[in-house]
Structures are given as structure tokens and as C-alpha cells.
């Protein structure tokens, strides 16, 4: 007979709970529960026949899993909710049809590109700091840029939060009379990371926008809008493999 079960945190991940390890530390504390009794580290469960909960609301598996990007506004923050009652990005996603959950962030004051999805085991691989997943941005700063600012913000000698970033690409886009805009092509995904390496350079950020993700293009998506990835995008992505089966 085939055996249906799966590791916890696996089944915890896959739900979009948490990461792996996240899930092992909420079993651990002892806030995860299979069936009603409290959960151990290397339990299995039968997501068909086992009830588990997590701080005692249960979890539903996911039946099908859902792709999709959205072009964020400025102004929202990247929560499903929040206590101070802003905007979030949920209010522009309730007509998906299923609970779909952010893939990273972007901050309340920058604009583009974020891709949503149920697939917890995809976001994890997505935003683990091992992935290096490839992230496109458009910032448009004050002012002119000197060539010596361009450099120090691509070669990887500025810290945050006491570590060096990682080099990176730096180019000007455009340059106006007031301002100039930049592309700047990353493998990070640390808090505000461009906007505190800006500051670091001595450089007014006016507008940050993310075009593009692991060559996942925003493209003319209109604001506040969503639409569903595309097979090619999904196989960019790893959500599928060539042969377009779902991993």
C-alpha cells in the first residue's frame, strides 16, 4: 500500500505556513497539532486524513496552486493584513479566487513587480538567501550621479546591518536635468536593500520600481492589476519543469 504521508514541516511549508525551518521551530514550540495532540519534530501526517492546526486554527492543503503577478502600487504595504488598518496588497487580490500570499516584499513607498502564490514550497526556494534570485529595479534618484558613486554602489563595498552587500550591476538609464535614473540588477533580497544603499552613497531616492524578477517581466501590467503566470514563466520560475508537468 502506498504510503501518503509526509514530513510536517513539509506539509507546514507546502500550505504556505511557514519556510521548513520556520515550521520546525513552531512545532517545537509546541504550536502545531495533528489530530489534537501536540506535534513532534519527525512526525508524518496523511494531509487527507489528518486534521493538524497551527496556534489551533486548522490548515487546509492546498489543492491547486496558483501563480500570479501583480503590479503593486505605491502606498501598500506587503501584508495580507495589517494592525494599523493600511492598505495592503490583499485588497488588491481578492478576486483571485484562493488565498494567494506574497513572494518577498517590496516596501510601502516602492512600486512593480510582486509575484503571488499557495505555493509555500515555491516562495520558500524564491526568497531563501542561498537562491541568489535575480531582481530588476528602476530608481530614479535626485540629481546627478558621478561615475564614483555608480561604482561603489555595484562593487560590494557597502555593509548593512554590519556585512558587506553583494556586487551587483549599477547603470544610468536616463539622465534629466534634476535627476537620473538608474537600473540596478541584485541577488539580494535584504530589508530596503536599495534605498539604504542609496543613502549610504549620499543619494535622495525619489521613486523605486521592480521590473522584473528571475526574467519574469512586469511589462505593461497596470497598476493595481494582477494576471496569472504564464507557462514560460512558471518553468523560469521552477514552478513547472519543461515538460510543463508541476513540480
Not at 509546541?30 to 489530530?35: E, H, L, Q, R
Not at 547603470?171 to 535627476?179: A, H, S
Not at 536599495?194 to 512586469?218: D, H, N, Q, S, W
Request: proline residues 3%; charged residues 35%.
Amino acid at each position: 500500500m502506498k504510503d501518503n504521508k509526509e514530513r510536517l514541516q513539509k506539509f507546514l511549508s507546502s500550505c504556505g505556513v511557514a519556510s521548513r525551518r520556520k515550521s520546525e521551530d513552531l512545532i517545537l514550540e509546541g504550536k502545531v497539532k495533528i489530530n489534537g495532540r501536540v506535534a513532534s519534530l519527525g512526525d508524518k501526517v496523511d494531509p487527507k486524513r489528518d486534521k493538524v492546526t497551527v496556534r489551533n486554527k486548522r490548515i487546509i492543503p492546498v489543492t491547486q496552486k496558483v501563480y500570479i503577478m501583480l503590479h503593486k502600487p505605491r502606498g501598500f504595504v506587503t501584508t495580507m493584513s495589517d494592525e494599523f488598518e493600511r492598505k495592503c496588497v490583499s485588497d488588491l487580490v481578492k478576486d483571485v479566487g484562493v488565498k494567494v500570499y506574497p513572494i518577498g516584499r517590496l516596501d510601502k513607498n516602492s512600486e512593480g513587480l510582486l509575484l503571488m502564490t499557495n505555493d509555500g514550497e515555491l516562495s520558500n526556494k524564491l526568497t531563501h538567501p542561498s537562491s541568489h534570485v535575480t531582481k530588476t529595479y528602476r530608481v530614479t534618484v535626485a540629481g546627478e550621479v558621478a561615475d564614483e558613486k555608480i561604482e561603489k554602489l555595484s562593487n560590494g563595498s557597502i555593509s548593512l546591518d554590519e556585512k558587506k552587500v553583494l556586487p551587483c550591476d549599477v547603470f544610468v538609464m536616463e539622465r534629466k536635468n534634476d535627476r537620473t535614473v538608474l537600473g540596478f540588477i541584485i541577488t539580494e533580497g535584504r530589508n530596503r536593500q536599495i534605498r539604504r544603499m542609496c543613502e549610504a552613497t549620499g543619494l535622495e531616492v525619489l521613486r523605486l520600481k521592480r521590473t522584473e524578477i528571475a526574467g519574469v517581466k512586469l511589462g505593461m501590467l497596470p497598476q493595481g492589476s494582477w494576471r496569472p503566470l504564464n507557462e514560460r514563466e512558471l518553468v523560469r520560475l521552477g514552478a513547472v519543469s519543461t515538460t510543463g508537468a508541476k513540480k
